[in-house]
């Protein structure tokens, strides 16, 4: 018997992962443009003291991750307008916060910056297309993927208190571990927004859809970045 697929679905679902897409890449710009601002600007010196890193600092990467679970939670009760601009602010952010390692990257070699740039790239690109293309089931990776962000987190907060626990293999093996996780994330939330797709109703929770997706995206992106670029600095 032949099958007949919905051409005003396929659109549909384009129009929805091209919007995803737009805005998870315009966060990653701002994150970019938000990093080399603070590198030029005096704002770059409000991130160090004499002793290491400042109390302004900490602010932004403990409020950066409070802001982006508030925002996951409230997701289906924001406009979207109003969630894409906590999405931009999130970025920018991401950005301040990212400036330390960015600076130590280029202290050693700029180049580590572009080469974990692609890399990342390259990983998400294939895994997204892996999460949209494959017919198994990967909800069965959701645990998993939770504790393991959980404990990456742990061992963030930690490593503040104890910097030598992610030196040496240790701190390797933490950030293979997070390439994996945020890796597997992409593939995960990939199949996650393509299915999710079917089940919301109207235009606006499309678009909140959108923005909640680009986030999750954005969020995985930028740690498998992180944790390559810290490989290739781990000196």
Same mark, same amino acid.
């Given at each position: 018997m032949?099958?007949?697929t919905?051409p005003?679905? *396929?659109?549909?679902m384009?129009?929805?992962?091209k919007?995803v +897409?737009a =805005?998870? !890449?315009?966060?990653? $710009? #701002?994150? &970019? *443009?938000?990093?080399f601002?603070?590198?030029?600007?005096?704002? +770059?010196g =409000?991130? !160090?003291?004499?002793t $290491? #890193?400042? &109390?302004?600092?900490?602010?932004?990467?403990?409020g950066?991750?409070?802001?982006?679970?508030?925002?996951?939670?409230?997701?289906f009760?924001?406009?979207?307008?109003?969630g894409?601009?906590?999405?931009a602010?999130?970025?920018?952010?991401?950005?301040?916060?990212?400036?330390p390692?960015?600076?130590i990257a280029?202290?050693?070699?700029?180049?580590?910056?572009?080469?974990?740039?692609?890399?990342?790239?390259?990983?998400?690109g294939c895994m997204?297309?892996?999460?949209?293309?494959?017919?198994r089931?990967?909800s069965f990776?959701?645990?998993?993927l939770?504790?393991?962000?959980i404990?990456?987190?742990?061992v963030?907060i930690?490593?503040f208190?104890?910097p030598?626990?992610?030196?040496?293999?240790f701190?390797?093996?933490?950030?293979?571990?997070?390439?994996?996780?945020f890796?597997?994330f992409t593939?995960y939330?990939?199949?996650?927004l393509?299915?999710?797709?079917?089940?919301?109703?109207?235009?606006?929770?499309?678009n909140?859809?959108?923005?909640l997706?680009a986030l999750?995206?954005y969020?995985?992106f930028?740690?498998?970045?992180?944790?390559?670029?810290s490989?290739?600095?781990?000196?």
């Open positions: 032949a099958t007949h919905n005003m679905r *396929i659109d549909g384009s129009l929805y992962l919007r +897409f =805005l998870m !890449f315009g966060a990653v $710009g #701002l994150t &970019a *443009i938000a990093s601002v603070t590198m030029a600007t005096p704002l +770059f =409000l991130l !160090f003291t004499p $290491g #890193l400042s &109390a302004f600092y900490y602010i932004l990467l403990f950066g991750l409070a802001l982006s679970i508030w925002a996951q939670v409230r997701a009760h924001l406009k979207p307008v109003t894409g601009l906590l999405l602010l999130y970025a920018v952010m991401m950005g301040i916060v990212m400036t390692l960015l600076l280029v202290t050693n070699n700029p180049w580590t910056i572009l080469f974990a740039f692609i890399i990342a790239a390259v990983m998400f997204a297309l892996f999460g949209y293309k494959t017919v089931d990967l990776l959701r645990i998993f939770f504790m393991g962000m404990g990456l987190i742990l963030g930690f490593s208190i104890w030598a626990l992610v030196g040496g293999t701190g390797t093996i933490v950030c293979l571990i997070g390439v994996l996780v890796a597997l593939a939330d990939m199949q996650t393509k299915g999710a797709y079917n089940y919301v109703g109207d235009d606006t929770q499309k909140q859809l959108a923005v997706g999750h995206l969020i995985s930028i740690a498998m970045f992180q944790y390559i670029l490989l290739f600095n781990r000196n």
